[in-house]
């Protein structure tokens, strides 16, 4: 495994580290209206990641199949979708803004649930790192270097904002600036631990990439609609949330285009 495979993955870590890191040079909490802001903002770009960085790659890999080439996709679309909505039932997690608790009945501190929460939606990002690498790694679908940086930099650009949310109201909760930052970091270790074990097994996995692909957007689209979207719409002033849907809906396609 090459150097440049070992920067794409680790990419979106240190995105949400430096996010994290927000908390030593910030005085205050992040505001209703900025949260909305950056929520939209990692919908837009977890959306437009799921479309050309993984939907699209896995219609092209099942061309051969003619007009039902969609069907990998669909049906991996479905498993991510379906395993997500496993995970979000069984994890218990708690969602920023919010007071009640989804998964199953724990004691978990709800410092630790908040972080959790943020884990749970990051599963879906490594994995797409690690298979869109993976299918560089073996020349499946005219993957290129190029378009799997644009997906390693999107993410991390959303992951910044993502990085802030959790580790600011961790300390506004009472934790230290060191247990905060801690506590967002933590909540991406899990991208590119995903993201190496899904690389490790990269020619095991080519003959159901196209399933695999489509499985991480049907991942990442179930976060965007049953977390990012509720959060970014509630209260007033929603439109700010939709603005920057928008704008980060824009800069990953710019990428995925520009750089693949």
């Known amino acids: ?40 903002f990692a919908a837009g770009v977890m959306t437009a990641a799921s479309i050309w960085s993984l939907i699209i790659p896995a219609m092209d890999m099942s061309e051969s199949m003619g007009k039902l080439a969609f069907l990998p996709a669909a049906a991996g679309f479905w498993g991510g979708v379906l395993f997500l909505l496993l995970l979000d039932s069984l994890i218990p997690h ?35 790192v690690g298979i869109v690498y993976a299918g560089f790694m073996t020349d499946s679908a005219d993957m290129t270097a190029g378009g799997a940086l644009a997906l ?22 009472g934790n230290s600036k060191g247990k905060a930052f801690a506590g967002g970091v933590l909540s ?39 977390e990012l979207i509720p959060e970014m719409s509630e209260g007033e002033h929603s439109n700010i949330g939709v603005i920057l849907f928008s704008v980060g809906f824009t800069l990953m396609m710019i990428l995925d285009v520009a750089l693949g």
Do not use: W
């Not at 630790?112 to 929460?117: I, Q």
């Not at 991208?191 to 196209?210: D, K, N, R, V, Y």
């Open 152 to 173: 390693s930099l999107g993410i991390a650009i959303q992951n910044f904002p993502e990085g802030a949310i959790i580790s600011m109201p961790l300390h506004a909760e």
């Open 1 to 40: 495994m090459n150097r440049e495979i070992y920067t794409g993955i680790i990419i979106p870590f240190i995105g949400t580290s430096l996010g994290a890191g927000c908390v030593f040079f910030m005085k205050h909490s992040l505001s209703r209206n900025i949260q909305r802001a950056l929520t939209g």
């Open 188 to 226: 991406g270790a899990v991208e590119p631990i995903g993201a190496l074990l899904t690389i490790l097994f990269a020619s095991q996995l080519l003959p159901i990439m196209p399933y695999l692909l489509s499985f991480a957007a049907g991942a990442m689209i179930f976060v965007v609609v049953e």
């Open 94 to 128: 708690l969602h920023m803004n919010s007071d009640k608790a989804e998964g199953l009945p724990s004691k978990l501190a709800r410092t630790t649930m908040m972080v959790l929460a943020v884990t749970l939606h990051n599963i879906p990002e490594g994995m797409a």
